[in-house]
């Protein structure tokens, strides 16, 4: 039976990165920002390598922001988990950002535990691109009927089931493009654009399953969640 996976949080003391977080960038190549974002992945990637292991992994990284900052005010969160190359091995991802910077940013790398699902899921089966609009439409489709959340900080959780040739690094930001229902949008007017900054905590999950093909099973948790300045 084809069915999401879920893994536990990993907990311990991480690394502490050599580079700064940096969000992900559209811009030309030469553009700062793109020379940062590579360099920052760049060095992450070999900081972690002696970490990775056979086998199902899990990954924690934490995004301090300043002190003062409202973590629910276009923190981006998301955009710090986009494209993290160590990210690879198809396991499992969490970016969190705590609200103390004298806890430095950090990854870790711990074997993956398997956990019960949440409470409370909405799942959806896609055989549309990612890069279209059928595919958020899609998505969407599995939510439209839900109650937006409370004002406020977002937990949310991605669980992805994939064929074992589908890269899975390139879903996670068009689904939560179409969650408009459960985080409202940014503009009424505005499709595609949802308040995707009150995501103050965020899971990403996979699990291959090859009868798949190229369809991907979507399962979304989305909780409301306490947050305020730093």
Excluded at 23 to 31: E, V, Y
Excluded at 141 to 147: D, E, K, L, M, R
Excluded at 158 to 170: D, H, I, T
Aim: net charge neutral; aromatic share 6%.
């Amino acid at each position: 039976m084809i069915g999401a996976r879920w893994f536990a949080r990993p907990e311990g003391e991480g690394l502490t990165l050599r580079k700064a977080p940096q969000l992900a960038s559209w811009n030309k190549a030469t553009d700062p920002d793109q020379v940062r974002l590579r360099e920052y992945l760049k060095d992450t990637a070999e900081l972690l390598a002696p970490s990775l292991m056979r086998g199902p992994w899990a990954l924690r990284l934490d995004v301090g922001l300043p002190t003062g900052r409202n973590l629910i005010d276009l923190a981006d969160l998301d955009n710090y988990a986009f494209p993290p190359p160590y990210c690879a091995a198809r396991t499992w991802c969490r970016c969190g950002a705590p609200s103390d910077t004298r806890r430095p940013h950090g990854p870790l790398v711990v074997r993956a535990q398997e956990v019960a699902a949440p409470e409370t899921t909405f799942t959806k089966r896609t055989s549309a691109s990612s890069q279209t609009k059928a595919y958020k439409e899609q998505v969407r489709s599995s939510v439209a009927h839900a109650t937006e959340l409370p004002p406020g900080g977002v937990h949310l959780e991605l669980a992805f089931v994939v064929g074992p040739r589908r890269n899975w690094l390139n879903l996670w930001k068009p689904t939560i493009d179409a969650l408009d229902p459960l985080l409202g949008r940014t503009r009424p007017d505005r499709d595609w654009h949802p308040n995707d900054g009150r995501i103050i905590d965020l899971g990403l999950h996979v699990n291959v399953d090859s009868s798949l093909g190229h369809d991907v099973l979507i399962t979304i948790a989305a909780t409301h969640a306490d947050a305020g300045p730093a």
